[in-house]
């Protein structure tokens, strides 16, 4: 009898917790205002309307590159170490170029502190020339191409056109 009153009063505070839960609020903080959720949201889509002013290309990427990311990703974006490659896999690279300004402007650089360094915001001019670096590393554009707002959604990529079923891993 006790044991089966014990449960039921387990069951009884687990049912009230997540009724709590289900309440409109808890009186702490506030709603995030439209200006404050589209400031943190730094995701770029396809068509790079959410792309910061910036600009930067290739060449200047390179100065960029080597001081800031080779360590990780090898001298010439090769990766290793259990850090992706960047370059030479023409096969796999994104569909749109948006895609790399994104991932370097929301992940780049990291932190390592086992390895001394410490992480620090990039800019939207380096992450536009890294973003340039990449693309022409690839083959994708040339190296004094300059990317910005406007000219880096209409960068077209190899794999654009491609299916998403050819991304898929063979079956087994």
């Known amino acids: 009898m006790l044991r089966r009153t014990l449960i039921l009063l387990l069951f009884a505070c687990a049912s009230s917790t997540t009724l709590l839960a289900q309440l409109p609020t808890y009186r702490l903080g506030r709603a995030p205002t439209p200006e404050e959720v589209r400031a943190a949201d730094d995701t770029v889509g396809p068509y790079g309307r959410e ?4 600009r930067g290309s290739a060449r200047e990427g390179a100065a960029i590159y080597a001081r800031k990311c080779a360590m990780c990703h090898g001298a010439e974006g090769q990766g290793g170490g259990g850090f992706p ?3 030479g896999e023409r096969d796999h690279l994104h569909p749109f170029a ?3 300004w994104s991932i370097i ?3 780049m650089p990291r932190a390592l502190p086992q390895a001394g360094l410490r992480s620090e915001v990039l800019t939207a001019d380096e992450v536009y020339a890294l973003t340039a670096w990449i693309l022409f590393k690839n083959g994708v554009i040339q190296e004094d191409t300059v990317m910005n ?6 960068v077209r990529m190899p ?3 491609r299916r998403l079923d050819v ?3 063979p079956a087994q």
């Open 51 to 54: 792309l910061r002013p910036g």
């Open 167 to 169: 991304w898929a891993p």
């Open 98 to 100: 948006t895609t790399y």
């Open 159 to 161: 794999t654009r056109d």
């Open 105 to 107: 402007n929301n992940s």
């Open 149 to 154: 707002a406007e000219s880096l959604p209409r």
């Open 85 to 87: 490659r960047l370059v």
